[in-house]
């Protein structure tokens, strides 16, 4: 059996729906009730655990064959990262508390930047799950085509989408979040020893100025690139 966390999104939901696929039973953490009869209905095991709380994570994973964690992302992290530190130590406390097989995390690609940035996040979590004893393997995406979504309502209404990803023209590597999934189950399933990076990206790098253009051809109005910001 193998625990999910994260599992109500795209990325936990895709490894979840993998797992019984390759006849593998799934233990679905979950931190809204409400969401639980869809995976009890796809025949998963529920157990409610927030990730803040170390005693219902311990719980959550006992006799699970591997752990898939998947952070709660956080865009406007106070200084510091506290909310993040938060969970860390929950997560590193419950997975310490019993042996596994093995864990795969989701981390990001850039987390192993030595300079303090929003994806810091990730780095502290791997270096905190560094310190366990069974295997680790940190999967570092790509940044997510599905973040494109978010442009569609600005490039509909005003021609144009706001970029963070910059200069305009530099491309970038991109995965789908079905993708990650996928990969992340398929992980969960191999056998190694130690701590292991895996860096997943698409087959082509995007730059923001093809998106516009993308975008422009499928919504039959011009689309421009622009810096947030300006």
Not at 15 to 32: E, G, S, T
Not at 129 to 143: I, K, Y
Not at 168 to 176: G, N, Q, T, W
């Amino acid at each position: 059996m193998y625990a999910i966390t994260g599992i109500t999104g795209k990325v936990g939901g895709a490894a979840a729906r993998a797992l019984p696929a390759a006849d593998q039973p799934v233990r679905a953490v979950l931190r809204n009730r409400d969401k639980a009869k869809y995976w009890s209905n796809l025949g998963c095991e529920v157990i409610l655990a927030e990730m803040e709380d170390a005693q219902a994570l311990t719980a959550a994973f006992r006799g699970a064959r591997g752990v898939f964690i998947v952070p709660p992302s956080n865009f406007d992290p106070e200084a510091g990262f506290p909310e993040a530190r938060t969970v860390i130590s929950a997560m590193t406390r419950a997975l310490s508390a019993s042996p596994f097989a093995k864990v795969v995390c989701i981390s990001t690609i850039g987390a192993q930047a030595s300079q303090s940035n929003l994806l810091t996040q990730r780095t502290l979590m791997e270096q905190a799950l560094s310190t366990l004893s069974c295997p680790v393997t940190f999967l570092r995406p790509a940044w997510f085509m599905e973040n494109t979504q978010w442009d569609i309502a600005q490039a509909k209404e005003e021609g144009v989408i706001s970029c963070f990803l910059q200069p305009l023209d530099k491309a970038i590597p991109m995965v789908s979040t079905a993708d990650v999934g996928r990969v992340a189950a398929e992980l969960l399933l191999q056998t190694w020893v130690g701590k292991r990076v895996v860096e997943l990206e698409g087959p082509k790098w995007v730059t923001q100025t093809e998106i516009a253009a993308v975008l422009s051809n499928l919504l039959g109005r011009q689309v421009r690139a622009r810096e947030a910001g300006r």
